[in-house]
């Protein structure tokens, strides 16, 4: 046996791979982002990467070469924007520092002459992907000047030589010229020999050729394209698309602050976000790669430390979860109805041959018995009146047709969707609420798409997508797949904090904590600076605070030197007002019971406090307590409001108020027990931040009151509102008050009373706990603190969001993702799911903010388990 010789080293063009990095319009239309390319290169080719980068023209360029590719017949239009387009490069090479550029100004003269060409006058689609190649074919040619002359040996490479189109059958000439596919697979001999001509070139986007060796376009979003080509022609180790956001987000973060970056998908998801709505990737460019198996990250020029989103194959633990909502506007439904469909062979056929023969491609459909409604995309189909109104003609040969548009296709993308409806029925009653066209659900289970009409999509989307996370239906606490929300990204840009009463007192809270945890803290100015800017407006007549909230007896003082009334709902509430402010006028206090047994009623009449009534029964059973008396009637107008369904006070479903259909017996019982009804009253939920909310409340209870004799007063409740989640607006006071003045000026006869508990004194209150324990499981940290649900169970309750901070840390980075956990034996014990705080450790004094209302006064005594003590500052 002889010794074999030790393999051979393989040569190093194949053993070093391959990046493409591919960069968009404006992020090659100055000369500090073309210096940052020139880093991103060099950090790969550090590595021993070979690099292809992959340009998109000067920002703005494509669309002045189509403004000259329209202007047949305006020459001098023409000709000015020719002008435009050659100061725009001359201008960037003299940024660049280069003195001159010879391909770029070859292509220039290309321009020139593609201008006089005859084919110009037919704007022939040959003609005009020839002119927008030259956008591609200018940056490309500068920037490889710039890299080389900067210390990145870079060679300029023609993306057609490379980049071969088919034809593909029933495409137009429009598409096979401006849209072009190309069949890119790994092909390891072109690798090879673009190895051994170098390690760093520079291509363009957006460009390839035909088989009769003419250039051809990729469509809109081609750079990505181009990159994907390249990628999976080299077989490429990564693809980047850098760009100027930090990746692919949950929902669009410009509608949805609160969406989160998607760190980590797999291609079918990706390419369903990237076809259902998201603009950041061109949804073509992921084909090629998963095909090839070439994995692709977005990541962010501005924030290159950012890991941005990784897109490769599935992982093969990867759990069903929403990944993404997204909203797609603009999309037409063609509904067309037929006595005769079901079963009628054919019928679908000659449908869809009439979207063939108008070159409409369809993308949902629906189908019943009698009707099959379809959806047509904007951003496939070319949707004009025209088009539409020859397609219904023909359609109409064989069945009824209505067109519905403007709609919005509102599609929840994910991995599993069918194994995940048991977590969507917030979603859906969302939707049940709504007027849906057409739902569908995708064969390959990955989304579910709910057709609307279009003016619904930007109020709904933040909704839905706070739903789903709440719902654990986009699992936002697993790290591996979702990064942190757009605004907590810029939040890391310096956005100003607004600061708190609690910012400025830090290290008076931090003593206070040191002495004893857990504790609520007041801050009674806040109090009172929320009582003046109430009691400026001016069409109230008389303010109650609504004690339920917050009875500490020195924020009944504040509040009572503030010029409010109290509002009870119960005989120890009464007491508390009267210990806590024994001179206070027995009548401005207004009691409010719901259910109250008899005692409670003839105590509070006993005392002289105004009483209020919403039920039959205390003048059915107990009529002789209310005789001579003035009583105030609580009505249900039918619909709650506010911040959760267990807050809401209106409505079959809720407990309080009478019904309408039962006024006319209550007032036949009061007249009969001599009592006088003398105000009218509705309090419909709690956590209203829409202005107009008291208005109407009023301008119902005004025209119900004057089928009344004596009403004196009409009380629209309470449930001012306070922002509580970062995406929440507060409610504008200014609004409100003009709001209030204009309704009583219709109806100026009756006092308006107004009756708020949480705007008060939620943000006046914070709750002060200590971390006990930190724990970490999988990937989900706890950070455990000494106050639990058994102090403060808005959260567990109502899924209240209250802000939390680390005050021993504040004003630290905020890196780690966890849940905020109290020490109750219960699940639902957790303060703040998915916080991002600073490292926690224990003995830190952590914040939980806007505590002040319905805190500890909800308070128990859970596993024996004391709740926190309040003070007051
Ligand atoms: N008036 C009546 C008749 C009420 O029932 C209430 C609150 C108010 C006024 C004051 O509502 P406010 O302005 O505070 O929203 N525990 C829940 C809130 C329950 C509200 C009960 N009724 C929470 O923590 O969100």
Redesign the pocket.
Same mark, same amino acid.
């Given at each position: 046996m002889s010794s074999a010789p030790a393999p051979a080293a393989a040569p190093s063009v194949i053993a070093r791979p391959w990046v493409v990095i591919k960069f968009g319009g404006t992020s090659v239309s100055r000369r500090e982002r073309w210096e940052n390319i020139r880093r991103i290169a060099a950090a790969h080719r550090a590595r021993d990467r070979r690099v292809v980068i992959v340009v998109s023209a000067l920002s703005g360029i494509t669309d002045q070469l189509k403004a000259i590719a329209e202007s047949r017949g305006d020459d001098a239009r023409c000709r000015e924007v020719q002008a435009a387009i050659v100061e725009r490069h001359q201008a960037m090479r003299a940024e660049l520092g280069l003195d001159g550029c010879a391909r770029m100004e070859q292509r220039l003269a290309d321009l020139d002459r593609l201008i006089a060409d005859p084919r110009r006058a037919q704007a022939a689609v040959a003609w005009q992907a020839e002119v927008f190649a030259l956008g591609e074919l200018m940056s490309s040619a500068l920037g490889a000047d710039f890299l080389d002359a900067n210390g990145l040996p870079t060679q300029w490479l023609d993306a057609r030589e490379h980049l071969r189109a088919t034809p593909i059958a029933n495409h137009s000439a429009w598409a096979r010229y401006l849209s072009a596919n190309v069949p890119a697979a790994p092909d390891a001999q072109f690798a090879s020999a673009l190895a051994a001509r170098g390690d760093c070139f520079i291509t363009q986007g957006f460009i390839a050729r035909n088989d009769q060796a003419e250039t051809v376009l990729l469509g809109r979003g081609g750079s990505d394209t181009s990159a994907g080509y390249f990628g999976a022609l080299l077989k490429a180790e990564q693809v980047e698309i850098w760009t100027d956001v930090p990746g692919m987000f949950s929902a669009n973060p410009r509608v949805v602050p609160e969406a989160r970056l998607l760190a980590r998908l797999d291609y079918e998801e990706a390419q369903e976000i990237a076809t259902t709505g998201a603009k950041v990737l061109h949804p073509r460019s992921l084909g090629p790669l998963r095909r090839a198996g070439v994995p692709l990250v977005i990541k962010d020029t501005h924030r290159p430390q950012l890991a941005g989103t990784e897109i490769r194959a599935v992982a093969a633990d990867a759990a069903p979860c929403v990944k993404a909502i997204s909203a797609r506007k603009g999309v037409t439904l063609i509904s067309m109805e037929t006595v005769g469909m079901w079963q009628q062979v054919g019928f679908l056929a000659d449908v869809f041959e009439a979207f063939k023969r108008h070159g409409l491609s369809v993308d949902l459909i629906g189908s019943a018995e009698t009707n099959v409604t379809v959806s047509l995309d904007p951003t496939e189909n070319l949707v004009n009146s025209d088009v539409l109104s020859a397609l219904a003609a023909d359609l109409a040969r064989i069945c009824r047709v209505k067109v519905i548009a403007p709609c919005a296709a509102i599609t929840l993308v994910g991995r599993g969707m069918r194994s995940l409806l048991h977590k969507l029925s917030g979603v859906l009653a969302e939707f049940g609420a709504l007027d849906v066209h057409l739902i569908s659900q995708s064969s390959n289970n990955l989304n579910l798409t709910f057709v609307v009409d279009e003016a619904l999509a930007d109020d709904l989307i933040p909704r839905l997508h706070a739903l789903l996370i709440r719902a654990d239906a986009l699992r936002a606490e697993d790290g591996a797949v979702f990064g942190p929300s757009w605004r907590e990204l810029g939040a890391d840009a310096a956005a100003p904090v607004r600061e708190t009463w609690w910012m400025r007192e830090r290290s008076a809270l931090l003593e206070l904590a040191a002495e004893r945890t857990p504790r609520y803290v007041y801050s009674l100015e806040a109090v009172r600076a929320q009582a003046r800017a109430l009691r400026a407006l001016g069409a109230v007549d008389r303010w109650?605070y %609504?004690l339920? %909230?917050n009875p500490h007896p020195a924020i009944l003082r504040a509040l009572h030197e503030e010029g409010f009334a109290f509002?009870c709902?119960s005989t120890a509430e009464i007491d508390a007002v009267r210990s806590a402010l024994p001179q206070l006028a027995v009548e401005r206090i207004l009691f409010?019971p719901?259910f109250a047994p008899r005692e409670e009623y003839a105590q509070a009449l006993a005392a002289g406090v105004r009483t209020t009534l919403d039920a039959l029964h205390p003048l059915q059973h107990w009529g002789e307590l209310f005789r001579d008396r003035e009583i105030h009637l609580?009505l249900d107008l039918g619909v709650g409001r506010?911040?959760?369904d267990?807050?809401k006070?209106g409505g079959a479903s809720s407990k309080?108020g009478l019904a309408l259909d039962q006024v006319e017996e209550f007032r036949t019982l009061a007249r009969r027990h001599g009592a006088r009804i003398v105000g009218l009253?509705a309090?419909l939920?709690?956590?209203?931040l829409d202005a107009g909310h008291w208005r109407a409340v009023y301008a119902q209870l005004a025209s119900l009151a004057e089928g009344f004799s004596r009403i004196e007063s009409i009380d629209v409740?309470?449930?001012?509102?306070v922002p509580s989640r970062p995406d929440e607006t507060p409610l504008d006071l200014a609004a409100l008050g003009a709001a209030l003045a204009e309704v009583k000026s219709a109806y100026p006869q009756f006092h308006l009373w107004l009756?708020?508990?949480?705007?008060l004194v939620a943000d006046a209150g914070v709750l002060l706990a200590r971390v006990t324990q930190v724990k970490r499981k999988g990937a989900v940290h706890y950070v455990g603190v000494d106050a639990g649900m058994n102090s403060l169970i808005?959260p567990a309750?109502?899924e %209240?969001w209250h802000e939390i901070v680390n005050l021993t840390r504040l004003g630290e980075p905020a890196q780690t993702m966890v849940q905020v956990v109290g020490p109750i034996c219960e699940t639902g014990d957790v303060l703040g799911a998915n916080r991002r705080l600073p490292e926690c450790r224990e003995g830190d004094v952590i914040l939980i903010a806007q505590a002040g %209302?319905?805190g500890a006064v909800?308070a128990s005594r859970y596993n024996l388990r004391e709740p926190a003590t309040e003070d007051v500052r």
């Open positions: 109650h %609504a339920k %909230a509002e709902v409010t719901n609580r506010g911040h959760h267990k807050v006070t309080f009253h309090h939920g709690s956590g209203i409740g309470g449930g001012l509102g009756e708020p508990g949480r705007f808005r309750l109502y %209240a %209302a319905y909800m």
